[in-house]
Each structure stands twice: as C-alpha cells, then as structure tokens.
C-alpha cells in the first residue's frame, strides 16, 4: 500500500481520491480551494492543511488540476511538491495538459530524483465515480509498472502509451476525434433534419454502419433532445483543442478538420455557451443555418 | 415471389441480383456493358437483351447504378424502364444518387402509373454478398412495406427514413460523417506518429473511449500498414460529396467540417489516388506534414 498526497479535490479529483483511500492507501489530500476533503475523509482518508503537509512522508504524489498553469503552479516554488517531495517519490499528473509541460515537469522533477509519469484520463466525472477511466500514460516502463496498483484502483483502461508527454498526446488525440465527430454528427442533424427526415429512423441507421461511433450511441439524445447538460463542457474541450493545436503544431503536424472543429468550439465560447455539453456545437450549425 | 428485372449487375448490383434469385424470385439481369450476368445466371436467374426485355413482364424493376446520369439514362427515353414498365410495377433505386433526382424521378414514374423508392445501400461488395446491407429507404409506407420481402433478401438493417429522396438525404449524411471520421484518424494518426507515441496502444485506449467509432475499428490496419486497397474507393467518396454538398446547400445547411473533408477528398482524387481505399485520406494528411 502507497502513502499518497493527492493534490487537487475537484469533481474528477475527489471521487479518484475516494477510490484510492477504498483500495486501502493512505491519502492526505489537498485542494487550493478549502471544503473539498469531505468525500475523502468519509473515505477513509485526511485532509492536509498545505501541499508540504500532503507531500510529506508520502511515495507517491498525485495531481489532477485543470491546465498547464495549475500543474505549475502546484508543482514548482517553494510551497510547490518538488521543494517537499522526497527523493524516489512517484508524481502522477493525471491533469490534461500540453505534452512539452509533461515533457518539462518530467526533466525538473528527475533534478531532485523525483519519478513522473503523465497519465491524463477520459471517462468523466461517472467515469472516476465508478473507478473506470481510461488512462493513457507517458514516462519510463518501470515507473509505469509500480504505478500500475494505483491506476487500477481508478481506471480499467490503462495503456502505457510511450515516454515522457506521450499519455498527453494520446490524450490530445483523443480530444481532436471527439472535436470533429462531434461536429460531423451535429452537421449531419441539422442536415437531415431541415431535409425532412425522420432523425430517429437516420440515426438507427448511420449508427449500424461506418458512421456507427460512440459519440453516436452516447450523444444520440442530447442532440434529439437539445438537452446540452454537461456531460463535458465545450469550455474545457476549448482548453484541450488548443492543447492539440499546439502539440500537432510543434511536431510538424497540420489538422485541416481538427482546426475547423477547434475554431468551431472557440465559436461557441465566444457565444456564450462554454457551459454547456460539448453536443452543443449542434448550436452552432443551427447558427449557421439560420437558427 | 416477384418477377424482377434488375439493371446494373456491377460489384454491388450482381451480389445483389444473386441474393433475390436464390430468395425465390425470377430475376432478369441486364447491365450495359455484356458479360455480367454469369452469376446471377448460375443461381437461376436469366440474362436479359435489353432494358425492356429485362422489365417486360415484371412486377418490379430494380436499378443499380453508380450516379444520377446513369439513373437518369436507364429510367427516361424511348429504351427506359419509364417507357416499357407497367402501371402498377414498383421501381426501387438501390443508387446512390441526389435526393433531388430520386425525388423528380418519382414524379415522372407517377405520371406512368409507377411507384419509385429510393434505396441507397451501406455496407460494400462483403456486405452485398452476404446479403448485410444496411438500407436507407424513401418513398411512400405501402411502397416500402410491399418492397419489405426484397430488402429482406439482401440487407438485414432497413429503415424507412421518410418521403421520396429522404433514403439519398441519410445516405448522403452517412457519407458525410464517414469521410469527416476518416479524415479525423487520419490527422490523429499521423499527429501521433510524428510524437513519437505506440500507435498501437494509442489506437487501443483511443478506441475504448468516447473517440471510438466504426472507421477507428475497421480502418486501424488500414491506417497503421498503409495498405489502401480498396474497400470503398476515394472516387467514389468524391462522388458522394458532392451528392451531400449540393443536398446541404439545398437544405440551407452549411457544413463546416464535411466541406474540408469533401476538399481533401478532391485534393486526393487530383492527385491521382482515387483508386485507392477512403482511408488514403491518411496519404493528404502526410503530404501536408512533409511526406
């Protein structure tokens, strides 16, 4: 069993940390806004009063924060885990970020001896509820294998995905394709609809063939139904389109529909609708088809 | 059991043919250019002469052919189906051609005392020979419950979809979402690639989440060999977006993402790959990442 710092209590932090306390680690989570630990103390678990405090005594740190910025900043400076951390501590970021900022952190944290493994996950907030996230992780096969335990208790996919960065890119990846068969799928709705179909009988249909998705299956009532309660917010999958943006960008790689899609998303932000369910890029083409 | 006159025994038409006689029906196969109708003859069927030797005495006609011209050229003019097909026989159009042009076909065959269904198929050459096809069906209720036995006898997923045309508009959407989701694999896969990450555990954990589809499926090998053979060729896709293009703009829908993929399909095609399976979309995305 692992003595854990478990670094940001959020809605996909909070219910990762509880199953982590459930498999029988010890957890001392942190949250920068206070109120968070409840769920994880029911648990089983503590709340630590500083990020020193989580970090302290522990031989694995976790983090799941929303972006870059907040790794950084949980991660670097004098309150941050790399100044407290011991020596031989394992540091999972199961945050979404850029691959570079894994790469970065990856470089920073081996300074001080201190292992990291990017391990981004997709599934959602019932995905960490139910312990059945994907995970797709980035850094060295010895670390993957002594994190292994631990992803378990979280997540039932769990691949490891190449070095440092690599679980970010396959994340990114995964992103850019719910991006753009979100949009195709809204495009063909609105399509198929002002044509006069019926949208039930097309979608039975497109669903049994090569158009057949997940997006299709899981999203299919959302967008019948123009009910875009999130689910994933369009807000967030903005953060994460200028993710892949960037990362296809530095390695030399253009994405003619993923950067239609992504200006589509920023689209939608700028309207007004980063709340809602990124279904609701159906919004859009309705936008664009006069409403 | 119908006497069928079946026009167009080419990848799809032939299979199909097959599949009716061997259900039962007497079916007369005519194809414009000769030589074609020695399967459909070795499972009972007969060759005919001509377009109106094929629907003399039928009970049904049956068309499939590539494009809107060649319905049009086998439906009108003094050797059409129009001109030799009793009152009261049904016309089902297995082509995928423009909902505008199933729908002024059923108005011509109206005036001669013909039922038109339009009745554009999925599933390719593997699906028509074993008689899977997913059917996509236009036209009036009690054409489409009388035409049920002859859908039974080659699909297995048939749908009626609404009045004439609407069979090409959900086929068109199939079309459209296809080449959108094989173009956004494609860009994920290249993407991950030139990062340096496993393909193959990317393209695992990608497809367990909600970026999993059909095409990621059925197209991985494709995509991660390199082998393009098709399949369903990249001009025939060409074909099909332009069928959705002009359907979309008719219905006053923009289609933001299908129009990039509907571009890269025709930068393929110029290119001289469409020959190749659609997902040597893949081939665009590393031209433009530098080969």
Known sequence: MSTIGFIGLGIMGSPMAVNLARAGHTVRGWNRSPGRAAALVAAGGQEAASIADAVRGADVVITMVPASPQ?????????????????????????????????????????????????????????AVEGVLSIMVGGAAEDFAAARPLFDAVGTTV?????????????????L???????????????????????????????GGLAGSTVLTRKRANFRDRDFTP?????????????VTDAARAAGVPL??????????????????????????????ELLSGG
């Open 71 to 127: 790794v950084e900043a949980v991660a670097y400076g004098p309150d941050g885990i790399l100044a407290h951390a011991a020596p031989g501590t394992l540091f999972i970021d199961h945050s979404s970020i850029t691959p570079q900022t894994s790469v970065d952190l990856a470089a920073a944290a081996a300074d001080k001896g201190v292992r990291v493994l990017d391990a981004p996950v997709s599934g959602g907030e019932a995905g």
């Open 159 to 175: 691949v490891h995905c190449g070095p440092h960065g690599a679980g970010q890119t396959v994340k990114a990846a995964n992103q």
């Open 177 to 207: 394709i719910v991006a753009v068969s979100l949009q195709a799928v809204a495009e063909a709705v609105v399509f198929l609809e002002k044509s006069g179909v019926d949208l039930d009988a097309a979608l039975e249909v497109l669903g």
């Open 231 to 243: 689910g994933f917010k369009l807000e967030l999958h903005h953060k994460d389109m200028g993710i």
């Open 256 to 285: 003619p529909v993923g950067a239609v899609a992504a200006q589509l998303i920023a689209s939608a932000v700028a309207r007004g609708d980063g709340g809602l369910d990124h279904s609701g890029l159906l919004r859009g083409v």
